[in-house]
T-cell receptor, first 115, second 110 residues
């Protein structure tokens, strides 16, 4: 699925660095999501935006800061991360949150390694 | 207690050997059940959505079925390119959130 793109695809950062992940969807959707995928664990929902408004913060530490300037773009700003934050970060989008067309389409992910 | 349980965790098949993957769920008021395929280092790729018990959907060698307690993903005469992790997710009632299982890693040997 090339409708959702993510950059960078791989990122290595130190615990004191600040970096940002970018997601862009070309599907005309209005809802966007950030997920974390760690080994041997189910996908964990982090944040949800619907029509640019944040509607969900799933008890995510403040060292992760999302930003959604419009319905097509989503960012995840990272600062002072911990090694346990190393994971695959996935972005997804759907038509709307509760329209009955809620199938979420995922991007390729950013593989993050925190040293 | 996990709301979505997938079994087996891993399955190894020979090419052409049909089998089924299971996804059992405990949520009440199922809104939708979703199947995704995920290749290593990539994001999940949408396969099917099922909404009500008795519903079935097919795509090439894959067929998904749904009962009130579980879903099966049947793989008929699999090929090596079907090797991937298959993820199941459920959406409950008026809650838009997807709850994922841990996935089944399928390996199809030539």
């Amino acid at each position: 699925e090339t409708g959702v793109t993510q950059t960078p695809r791989h990122l290595v950062m130190g615990m004191t660095n600040k970096k940002s992940l970018k997601c862009e969807q070309h599907l005309g959707h209005n809802a966007m999501y950030w997920y974390k995928q760690s080994a041997k664990k189910p996908l964990e929902l982090m944040f949800v935006y619907n029509f640019k408004e944040q509607t969900e913060n799933n008890s995510v530490p403040s060292r992760f800061s999302p930003e959604c300037p419009n319905s097509s773009h989503l960012f995840l700003h990272l600062h002072t991360l911990q090694p346990e934050d190393s994971a695959l970060y996935l972005c997804a989008s759907s038509q709307e949150r509760t329209s009955g067309q809620e199938t979420q389409y995922f991007g390729p992910g950013t593989r993050l390694l925190v040293l | 207690e996990d709301q979505v349980t997938q079994s087996p965790e891993a399955l190894r098949l020979q090419e052409g050997e049909s089998s089924s993957l299971n996804c059992s769920y405990t949520v009440s008021g199922l809104r939708g059940l979703f199947w995704y395929r995920q290749d290593p280092g990539k994001g999940p790729e949408f396969l099917f959505t099922l909404y009500s018990a008795g519903e079935e959907k097919e795509k090439e060698r894959l067929k998904a079925t749904l009962t009130k307690k579980e879903s099966f993903l049947h793989i008929t005469a699999p090929k090596p390119e079907d090797s991937a992790t298959y993820l199941c997710a459920v959406q409950e009632g008026s809650n838009y959130k997807l709850t994922f299982g841990k996935g089944t890693l399928l390996t199809v040997n030539p």
